[in-house]
């Protein structure tokens, strides 16, 4: 599994694999600097998923101070790819594991969510 | 007597963040309801953020009063003319929707498919801010006021 992670000055990603499912944790502040970052970090994770068959991606966020919507479209254009895969062909379930002490998180996550609401969950 | 924070930037998305902070903690000395800061900081970080991105450069703006329970936020900067074009065209989308959410999750559909842009800082303001958007022009200069309410 090849998924450089992202050590920008304001956010950082990591992801690592274990149990048939593969752990994100990005923290910091996902702003416009990082929309390609992110972008990349994304595609990488999907592919690596998809070529592992992974079952499960959970996305840890409970250090993501805030994220704008410059990097809400990666994010966005990954959830759309997973939904449009077919089963065993990139398709996996999402969980966001997320803080309920950042209130934008409950607002952006559910919006999200909403992209494939049979793959994304949310917990707290 | 409203409580009021001004701020006047040149347009450097490194700052942006900066600001929301800045923002973020002055309204958390102001209000008990969190979620309302949170709001706020969200849609100041959208509009400043919008403004250094699609702005003509020179100074951008930020004005945010508290009066009672209404908090309302004013980004003002140079914008060329199919810059502006652009963000009309932005909010006459924005008006035709049936609601906040359902245009919001348009775009969110629309913004997996953009090459470019997301397009969605207006309508998360709207949406996830709860706030009344609107934008006035006049010559180069734009003003986008963003309002809403504390508990």
Known sequence: MTIAPIELPALTASARLADDAIWVTLAGTADAHAQSALAAFLCDLHASATAGKIGAVEIDVRDLIFMSSSCMKPLVTWLASIDAAEDGEGRYSVCFLSNPRLHWQRRSLQALSCFAAELVSIQQ | ?151
């Open chain 2, 1 to 151: 007597m409203p409580r009021q924070l001004n701020l006047t930037i040149w347009p450097d998305l490194n700052l942006v963040s900066v600001v929301r902070r800045f923002a973020e903690e002055a309204l958390e000395k102001a209000l008990d309801d969190l979620d309302a800061v949170s709001r706020a900081a969200m849609a100041v970080h959208e509009l400043v953020e919008n403004a250094a991105k699609y702005g003509s450069g020179g100074a951008i703006d930020l004005h945010v009063e508290l009066e009672g329970a209404e908090i309302t936020i004013e980004v003002t900067n140079r914008a060329t003319p199919e810059a502006q074009n652009a963000l009309r065209a932005a909010f006459a989308e924005m008006e035709m929707a049936d609601s906040p959410l359902d245009h919001y999750q348009a775009l969110l559909r629309r913004a997996a498919r953009r090459t470019t842009g997301s397009g969605l800082g207006l309508a998360r303001v709207a949406f996830e801010g709860e706030m009344s958007v609107a934008a006035r022009f006049d010559g180069d200069a734009v003003r986008v006021r963003a309002v809403t309410r504390a508990s």
